[in-house]
């Protein structure tokens, strides 16, 4: 066997050797102690201090092989098909490898050797036999399915940020002649959570995207939005929504303050703040409608970042007109300047500011991450 260069892929340092076959004790092998710790750590998997490399890999090899079993009838198209790249030992491009969140990569399902601007993805002979045994039954009758479920998981998540099960049931069946029921769904994305990694799934059947980390704090959030009904998406809303991105009617008054922040660093070529962690809070503190001073004033702390006089009017202008039109968890979804006239009255005590003493939720939860 000839060792390959070293290729660099989402966080980690992977490589294997270059051979006719591979088992996973053979990955993981090839694998540093300090990539075996990030495979158990994406797996969940608690791992004492000081554990030898030997040792972890009779660790992970078990798990690494159960969860592929249990997993594997939630892959997506995109995963499937580049895991037959790995069975038909067909090169892909390593640009293309890079651009991807390869959670089957993160999971240790899944290695690479590289020649050139080549890399070539290999399958462990153990996990490519129960790769074969699905494929005999119906996972890839299932596939579309579970596509599009997923992506409506993905899109409600933009709008709600949480919600129930009911929810996406009731979506689903507004556009579908095939109706799925809650158990069904539930089933579905209780297995389809590791492979999508933007939720996790409450046992009560709430949908929590992976920006809450705390139970406290989705429970405050649910409190707080409680008695007011979701936004129900369009159908093209639901197609065409870009992944983890925003509707382009936001995107546009998004990219203004970018550009106001952009402005502002040319002025201020020395200054602490950092414009994509700034942005990144302005975007957040939209989702749920942060009251423009409240917001300045965390910004001011958190991210050393200050505006005053007519630069601060501008500011909380441009901040006030993209979060008045922007999808709004604060709202389920529903956008504050397109309330419906009998939401108004129910919405207005959740959009204002906080009393004396109190912090917005979204700074709390902030706080929480840091």
């Known amino acids: ?10 966080s980690r340092s992977t490589y294997v050797y270059k ?39 009779n660790l992970l090899e078990p798990q690494i092989i159960s969860d592929f079993r249990r997993l594997v009838y939630y892959f997506l ?32 399902f899944l290695y690479f050797f590289n020649e050139g601007s080549f890399v070539h993805p290999v399958l462990p002979t153990e996990l490519h036999e129960i790769l074969e045994e699905a494929l005999k039954g119906d996972l890839l009758e299932q596939l579309p399915f579970r596509q ?16 129930e ?102 002025r201020e070529p020395e200054a602490a703040w950092e414009e994509a962690l700034v942005m990144q809070d302005v975007s957040d503190a939209a989702l749920f409608f942060v009251d423009a001073a409240e917001m300045l004033e965390e910004l001011a702390a958190a991210d050393a970042f200050k505006v005053e006089g007519e630069e601060a009017r501008a500011f909380v202008k441009l901040y006030e007109e993209y979060r008045n039109h922007a999808v709004c968890w604060a709202l389920r979804g529903h956008r504050a300047c397109n309330l419906p006239e009998e939401l108004r009255e129910c919405a207005s005590v959740r959009l204002e500011p906080p009393g004396a003493g109190k912090k917005p939720l979204f700074f709390s939860i902030k706080g929480g991450k840091e």
């Open 165 to 266: 099960v009911e929810q996406l049931v009731k979506v689903w069946n507004a556009y579908h002649r095939r109706a799925i029921k809650w158990e069904d769904a539930w089933d579905q994305l209780a297995g389809m959570e590791d492979v999508l990694a933007c939720y996790w799934c409450d046992e009560g059947g709430v949908i929590v995207s992976d920006y809450f980390t705390d139970y406290r704090d989705v429970d405050r959030f649910r409190a707080s939005v409680q008695g007011l009904p979701y936004y129900m998406p369009q159908k093209k809303e639901l197609d065409r929504w870009p992944m983890g991105g925003r509707a382009p009617s936001d995107m546009v008054r998004y990219r203004t303050i970018e550009r106001f922040l952009e402005q502002k660093r040319e």
């Open 19 to 57: 051979s006719d076959s591979y088992s996973l004790r053979d990955c993981l092998s090839c694998c540093s102690r300090e990539d075996l710790e990030d495979i158990a750590r994406y797996q969940g998997m608690e791992i004492s201090d000081g554990m030898k490399k030997e040792a972890l890999i």
């Open 148 to 163: 599009e479920l997923a992506n409506y998981v993905e899109v409600l998540l933009q709008f709600y940020g949480v919600f």
């Open 77 to 108: 198209p995109e995963d499937i098909e580049l895991l037959d790249d790995a069975v038909a030992r067909r090169p892909v491009q390593m640009e293309d490898m890079i651009s991807r969140d390869l959670y089957i990569y993160d999971l240790g």
């Open 1 to 10: 066997m000839r060792k390959s260069n070293i290729i660099d892929l989402r």
